[in-house]
C-alpha cells in the first residue's frame, strides 16, 4: 500500500511539474490566478498538517511535495509589483485554491509574505529537493531521504518555515 501511494505521489508531483511547463505557469496576467491556486492548495495541505502536529513535519513527504508545490507557485511573484495584475490574480488564486482559508482580507497579506519569500531567498534547492525526496521515496526510506535531501537547502527551509508560521499565524495559529 505504501508503495503504491509512493508511486501515486511522484507520478502526481510529476504531472504537477510538467503542467507548470504546458500550460506556461509563469508571469503572464492570465496565469497569477492559476498559480495562486496552487499555491493555494498547498498552503492549505500544509496548513492542515500543522493544525494536527503543531508543526510543519519536514519527514513527511507529503508536506516536502507541498512545500515543492508553494515554491513553484509562488515563483511568478519573483520581481513583481504590489499593484500589478497578476500580483491581484495571484491573490484571488490563493482564495480558491485553499479553499478559502486564504480569506479576502488575508489574501494580499499572504501574497505579501509569500513575494518577500520568494524574492529573498533562492527557493530553487527547495524545489529541486522536494522532486528528489518524491523521486527517491519508497516503503523503507522515505524519512531518511526527505531528510537527506532537505538538510542540503537549509537556507531555503528555514525561510520557508519562517513564512509559513507567519501566514499560519494570519489563519489564527498559535
Known amino acids: 500500500m505504501k508503495k503504491i501511494f509512493g508511486v501515486l505521489a511522484v507520478t502526481a508531483l510529476c504531472l504537477f511539474v510538467s503542467s507548470c511547463g504546458v500550460l506556461g505557469l509563469g508571469t503572464g496576467t492570465g496565469m497569477g490566478s492559476t498559480n495562486g491556486q496552487a499555491s493555494g492548495a498547498a498552503l492549505k495541505s500544509l496548513y492542515s498538517q500543522y493544525s494536527t502536529d503543531g508543526r510543519v513535519d519536514l519527514s513527511n513527504l507529503n508536506n516536502v511535495i507541498s512545500m515543492a508545490q508553494l515554491v513553484n507557485g509562488i515563483q511568478g511573484l519573483k520581481g513583481i509589483d504590489d499593484k500589478s495584475s497578476f500580483y491581484r490574480d495571484f491573490a484571488a488564486g490563493l482564495i480558491l485554491g485553499s479553499d478559502n482559508l486564504v480569506t479576502q482580507a488575508t489574501s494580499n497579506p499572504v501574497t505579501g509574505t509569500l513575494a518577500t519569500l520568494v ?56
Open 119 to 174: 524574492n529573498g531567498t533562492d527557493l530553487s534547492a527547495l524545489a529541486a529537493a522536494g522532486l528528489a525526496a518524491a523521486a527517491q521515496s519508497s516503503a523503507g526510506n522515505t524519512v531518511t531521504n526527505t531528510a537527506a535531501v532537505l538538510s542540503e537547502t537549509t537556507t531555503g527551509v528555514a525561510n520557508t518555515l519562517q513564512s509559513l508560521s507567519t501566514i499560519f499565524n494570519m489563519f489564527g495559529a498559535e
